[in-house]
């Protein structure tokens, strides 16, 4: 004949379970109370672009009217194109930026419907937009999407699409 054995656990005794929730609420106090901006763990320090780098649109010019769906054609001076994730030196991927303008420049630059990222390395990416005026513009990103010190960007281009 088998017996299982049974162990028996005994619920946690109100006055430990009390000094366990003030414990939580102490450290949340703590939390609280430390000035505005300090970090948890310190983020990586922004890559430095160097002096002169410039990304630039070789494709739309300002102001030309282009079909609902054409090609947008990057340069860089300056610097090379590494896929995100690849940490080299005077390096970055680039992003184009629909509609909107860059964000915080100590921030990841957004992925959604106006901020795309070519992580691959490309310096070309196919895009469709509606009909109407669009402004576009170029901002290269490191390897975790967050722009350069000082950021490396293109001005901002108006395109009409037919």
């Given amino acids: 004949m088998k017996h299982d054995t049974l162990i028996a656990t005994q619920p946690t005794p109100p006055r430990i379970a009390s000094q366990r929730l003030w414990r939580a609420i102490a450290l949340l106090a703590a939390a609280w109370a430390l000035p505005a ?3 948890w763990a310190q983020s990586p320090a922004r890559q430095s672009a160097p002096k002169g780098a410039q990304v630039y649109f070789h494709y ?3 102001g030309l009217r282009v079909p609902e769906r054409f090609t947008v054609r990057i340069g860089l001076k300056e610097m090379g194109v590494a896929p995100a994730g690849i940490d080299k ?3 970055g991927h680039h992003h184009l930026l629909i ?3 860059p964000g915080p420049p100590d921030q990841p630059i957004p992925s959604d419907y106006n901020n795309i ?3 691959n390395g490309q ?10 005026t669009h ?5 290269l990103g490191d390897y975790t999407h967050t722009p350069h010190s000082p950021p490396v960007m293109s001005r901002k281009i108006t395109v009409y699409v037919r």
């Fill in 123 to 132: 310096t070309e990416v196919v895009v469709t937009l509606p009909k109407g």
């Fill in 135 to 139: 402004t576009l513009q170029l901002l």
């Fill in 89 to 91: 030196a005077l390096t």
């Fill in 117 to 119: 990222h070519l992580g």
């Fill in 60 to 62: 739309p010019l300002d």
């Fill in 37 to 39: 901006g300090t970090a």
């Fill in 99 to 101: 509609d909107t303008d």
